[in-house]
């Protein structure tokens, strides 16, 4: 049903209601019980237990489980222990997330109005707004929140803040007459009022079309239930390197059990060595380890005023390809700023933004002495009389009290040096006609400390020209000809065109005993002063945060309910929108499909007037694209679209509860700038999971290779299996686990984005796994045969050798993981808890190796120095060897 293109008759007709007596109250029973209370539903919840259990469900999960039995089986119960307790940890990790995520509507439901004021049996009697039906005729006025969605019949000066719905940065003026536009989406709809939005201005009446779910309100919580959450990247990564490594594992595992019983080994003793083996290859520390090292970017971003509620949401946005952004409160101030002034011919730009009450007065970019020019201090005056807002204080933050246009009018005046102080002091406001929609004026009869009288009307430029028969001109006044009447359209078509609101002041002297008792003896034969230009001004900080950005290879968009202009004037000033970049308004994105939309979506960097569904829209059709998504918000309107995109982001001082409760990640500042802290913590973060999964993967790949080679050589197995453990639990973890704590390279964010389709062993990562852990394992058998046939085969003696071998090698070969190109590329203590990881598990292995309880545990001998000398040639030849492979090759270039 159009409702806004009724008559108010109409409406009452359809709604079976009488807007003089209301709905009887047992005719309002009957609606309730048969359509329900008024109230938002939520989606069936899952059980806590199946919750939980849902988390085991996880590939890798049930690797680590397998693992789990397999140690469990090898009599390594400590081992076992270990990975049961990394299961579980992670297991509630994701438990107590998806419980969090639960109250986003609980968060939603609190925007409800408590009580409404409705027409039962021809009187005005309060009920609970749960109670609210279709038909009901309901009365709000200032500072009311509507209970219910409702079609206008009366407004009296009305002005509804909708911003939790449109984004629209300033309150919606609101009229009873119908609207022909039948496509007009939620922002133009000046005769409607929605659930949970806030009268801020004059009274309304209206008839209830929509409770409950059917309400627009109701259709966002419907769009949260429904939009899914997606999985990141990092996730599906581990999920498919763990499908890898458990086949691998499994048929290398397979291979040197035939082997070795081909062989002539036993079958008992190449069993256990294989599952060993197979314990080796799937690296149960991994998440462990992931979830250590995000755990520590998540402090790290905290000191960044950003809050991480879900663990991978870091590592999300350094690979994040577009962020979508709102524009009101997130890239703006939300505040309405009085940035220009016009009077006698001359044009004023005034600085500062928000509350500043410092800003500094310029004449074509020259400072000027505001206290000299006489026509601006009268603009400013009469702005700041014609007017009912204050500024106030609370917790050491300024707000305005009162409607937001007026604010901006009385911090300007502030800026010229009138307080509202001084003027109560100067004059006295006789009598006021508030502001009307209709009018579209404000007008107040005021009286100075001299006796003197006079009208002052502030409203819509065009409609105070109108009432205009003169000019004042330099303090004279002047008759409002029609070469001046263009040059005030002129001034307000300029403004308009820099996207800013326009506020007129006129007045006109009183005699002594002039009465004046209706807005039509008011409103005339006035004198025009001058026009004020006012915008929700970009946020300092955020241009260069946008530059930074697109320097790193993302796109922002700006996705606002506000008007195209203004969103476009905006989004100029912030370096968004580059010179051939479209602007693509509500109605336009109406009539798109999803695929369609797909097809045009990169050449769009601004979406002006949109509603929630076109949020989701939008990040579906870019997701389409091949893009990772961020999603920034902190209106309720935001919420469904802020849960589907790849990673979310709220607001912490602005946004909703509903927004931040969606969202993966809220800043706590409301800056846009802190975004790109966090894209660049989320792809350091990501380099450095890719350093430890190529330290351990070539570790393992080398602790099974040199098995293998054994096996296919017929020579005795060069380690037992509790080395093989030991070597995995020990070795593999401390310095894994430094390499989490690694800095980010100079060059981090001059990167584009990874492709979301890359896969972990991308840029060559599974070359280098595959090469360094063949030579890791080569140089350890290498070692083993050296020193079996020198000491007259003394196979304890060789293994011990082969074990401090493979031990030392990946010691040595951490420290080149660190950087792509080569492990000169970076200084060595750069990372101080890898130095010291390095150290204490070098320690760990001697004490194994000279400590004589440990000796028969883990079947080792004391090792004469030149073994030593021989060992550490071997250790060393794996990573050296590649280095000096990438010099000579980059030297080859650099002669080309």
Known sequence: MQWHTLAPNDVAKETSTNVTTGLTTEEAKKRLKRFGENRLKEAKKQSALLLFLHQFQDFMVLVLLVATVISGF???????????????????LGFFQERRAEKSLEALKQLSAPQATVLRDGEWVKVRSQELVVGDVIKFSSGDRIGADVRLIDAKGLEIEESALTGESVPTNKVAAPLTDEQATIGDLHNMAFMGTLVTRG??????????MKTAMGQIANLLQEAETATTPLQRKLEQLG?????VALLLTFLVVVVGVMQGHELYEMFLAGVSLAVAAIPEGLPAIVTIALALGVQRMIKKNAIVRKLPAVETLGCASVICSDKTGTMTENMMTVTHLWASGKTWTVSGTGLETSGKFYEHDRPIDEKKETTLQQLATFGALCNNAQVKEK??????????????????????????????????IEHEFPFDSERKMMTVIVRDRNGRRFIITKGAPDVLLERSDRVSWNGREQPMTSAWRKTVQEVIQTMANKALRTIAIAYRPLAMHERITTEKDAEKALIFVGIEGMIDPPRPEVKKAIHQCKEAGIKTVMITGDHVLTAKAIAKQLGILPPNGKVMDGATLSQLSVDELEEVVDDIYVFARVSPEHKLKIVKALQRKGHVVAMTGDGVNDAPAIKSADIGVAMGRSGTDVAKEAAALVLLDDNFATIQAAIHEGRNIYENIRKFIRYLLASNVGEILVMLFAMLLALPLPLVPIQILWVNLVTDGLPALALGLDKAEENVMKRKPRHPKEGVFARGLGWKIVSRGFVIGLVTLAAFKAVYERSGENLVYAQTAAFATLVMAQLIHVFDCRCERSILDRNPFGNLYLVGAVLLSMLLMLVVIYYPPLQSVFHTVPLALVDWLLIGGLSALPTFLFAGSFFARKSRINML
Do not use: Q, W
Request: proline content about 1%.
């Open 74 to 92: 090898l009599g390594e119960y400590v081992d076992a222990i270990a990975i049961i307790v990394i299961v579980v940890m992670n297991a509630c």
């Open 243 to 247: 499908k890898i490594l458990i086949v």
């Open 203 to 212: 009274s309304g009446v209206g008839i209830v079309i929509a409770t409950g």
């Open 395 to 428: 917790n050491h933050r300024r707000y305005i009290d009162g409607d937001p246009t007026e604010g901006a009018l009385l911090v300007a005046a502030m800026k010229a040096g009138i307080t509202k102080e001084r003027l109560e002091a100067d004059f006295t």
